[in-house]
T-cell receptor, first 112, second 112 residues
Framework: KAGVTQTPRYLIKTRGQQVTLSCSPISGHRSVSWYQQTPGQGLQFLFEYFSETQRNKGNFPGRFSGRQFSNSRSEMNVSTLELGDSALYLC???????????FGQGTRLTVV | GNSVTQMEGPVTLSEEAFLTINCTYT??????LFWYVQYPGEGLQLLLK?????DKGSNKGFEATYRKETTSFHLEKGSVQVSDSAVYFC???????????FGQGTELSVKP
């Protein structure tokens, strides 16, 4: 069974640009969550999608957005990138969101 | 709100030593508790879980018991190996769908 797949693995963007990250969950999983990992703040929850609807949202500015498609694949978008957005972005999928979550390898975003 | 506190690292042990990583939590209701492990350059892997009080999660020689009376979920292993070197995260799910709350992580280094 394939795991959670995140693309791309690495990205370098310039301040002010926007970026889209992609996450393909494990087959049959309908919940997809996104997290930001930085050395200073640790792992912080961004948002969760379930059946194409955002069900939970963390404390991030509106520049961070996401969506989920009918096949449960999810994308997150960050607009007007700032240097502080440099981080590892992790996606996790679970069957319903109330069961254990499985993580992808992450996308390493560097903003210069 | 819900929170997780882990012992600070880094923790350095010799091979075959006993490992304990402390984790305590604050939560309303009855959260599920998890330990995740992150190897360098990788995403998070679920190590073990417990969903109710007095449950013991175990995997690959690691164990943790859900103690509601002390709000703790300490990770233990009787004999660590060099390959156990990684960062370990304690997390809780408080029933808010796919939202996990993580501790700050504990880096473990095992020397031969």
């Amino acid at each position: 069974k394939a795991g959670v797949t995140q693309t791309p693995r690495y990205l370098i963007k310039t301040r002010g640009q926007q970026v889209t990250l992609s996450c393909s969950p494990i087959s049959g999983h309908r919940s997809v969550s996104w997290y930001q990992q930085t050395p200073g703040q640790g792992l912080q929850f961004l948002f969760e999608y379930f059946s194409e609807t955002q069900r939970n949202k963390g404390n991030f500015p509106g520049r961070f957005s996401g969506r989920q498609f009918s096949n449960s694949r999810s994308e997150m978008n960050v607009s007007t990138l700032e240097l502080g957005d440099s981080a590892l972005y992790l996606c996790a999928s679970s069957v319903t969101g109330n069961t254990e979550a499985f993580f992808g390898q992450g996308t390493r975003l560097t903003v210069v | 709100g819900n929170s997780v506190t882990q012992m600070e690292g880094p923790v350095t042990l010799s091979e075959e030593a006993f490992l304990t990583i402390n984790c305590t939590y604050t939560a309303t209701g009855y959260p599920s508790l998890f330990w995740y492990v992150q190897y360098p350059g990788e995403g998070l892997q679920l190590l073990l879980k417990a969903t109710k009080a007095d449950d013991k999660g175990s995997n690959k020689g690691f164990e943790a018991t859900y103690r509601k009376e002390t709000t703790s979920f300490h990770l233990e292993k009787g004999s660590v190996q060099v390959s156990d070197s990684a960062v370990y995260f304690c997390a809780l799910s408080g029933g808010q769908g796919g939202k996990l709350i993580f501790g700050q992580g504990t880096e473990l280094s095992v020397k031969p």
